[in-house]
């Protein structure tokens, strides 16, 4: 049981729009920023948003991420079947001394 | 280009022990936390440890406390994760990554396997 909850999967169509929430709590989310990683399959996971919402160089803009409260969203547009991947957020975690990172379940995007 | 090279992965019994290194390069290792993440067969990310760039700091998940230690060696650029007591939950790809809330970048991963 993971402490941030995200959908097990979402699905969408090529060229479509897409986004995957993230759920947490005050002492996650609602406290700190939050990451979102993508994993290939067979890879080891990517750093996709960090800061709720700002991209890594070489990241393009069709991803984008948000935060209000204590949930986060990450948004994908212009899908394009090299998108299939897992996705998860993470964040950092106050509610014990001292903090630790937590992450969501993971997300499985398909790109039908 | 910032790089992360684990090693030390293997098969191993239950009860068993095991040291995994982590050989950074590309960034001047001692500015960072460095973190250790698993993931089990088919599950999801665990984030398990992570160590302050001068080594003073030291934090551990409930699953693998008491039972394994990270360290550090800044002149070898290189971060170690010592395990033992091994569980065959403990089973998964282990990821070394640099940064503590933040993991910027990742490594391959090296197998564990906990098996009789």
């Known amino acids: 049981q993971s402490v941030l909850t995200q959908p097990p999967s979402v699905s969408a169509a090529p060229g479509q729009k897409v986004t995957i929430s993230c759920s947490g709590s005050?002492?996650?989310?609602?406290?700190?920023?939050v990451s979102w990683y993508q994993q290939l399959p067979g890879t080891a996971p990517k750093l996709l948003i960090y800061?709720?919402?700002k991209r890594p160089s070489l990241i393009p803009d069709r991803f984008s991420g948000s935060k209000s409260g204590t949930s986060a969203t990450l948004g994908i547009t212009g899908l394009q079947t090299g998108d299939e991947a897992d996705y998860y957020c993470?964040?950092?975690?106050?509610?014990?001394?001292?903090?630790?990172?937590?992450f969501g379940g993971g997300t499985k995007l398909t790109v039908l | 280009q910032v790089q992360l090279v684990e090693s030390g992965g293997g098969l191993v019994k239950p009860g068993g022990s095991l040291r995994l290194s982590c050989a950074a390069s590309?960034?001047?290792?001692?500015?960072?936390?460095m973190s250790w993440i698993r993931q089990a067969p088919g599950k999801g990310l665990e984030w398990i440890s992570y160590?302050?760039?001068?080594?003073?700091?030291?934090f551990y998940a409930d699953s693998v406390k008491g039972r394994f230690t990270v360290s550090r060696d800044n002149a070898k650029k290189s971060q170690y994760l010592q395990m033992s007591s091994l569980r065959a939950e403990d089973t998964a790809v282990y990821f070394c990554?640099?940064?503590?809330?933040?993991?910027?970048?990742w490594g391959q991963g090296t197998q564990v396997t906990v098996s009789s």
């Open positions: 990554a640099r940064g503590s809330s933040l993991a910027d970048y």
């Open positions: 800061e709720n919402n």
């Open positions: 005050n002492s996650n989310i609602g406290s700190n920023f």
């Open positions: 160590i302050s760039g001068s080594g003073s700091t030291v």
């Open positions: 993470g964040t950092w975690d106050d509610s014990l001394r001292p903090g630790h990172v937590v």
């Open positions: 590309g960034f001047t290792f001692t500015d960072y936390f």
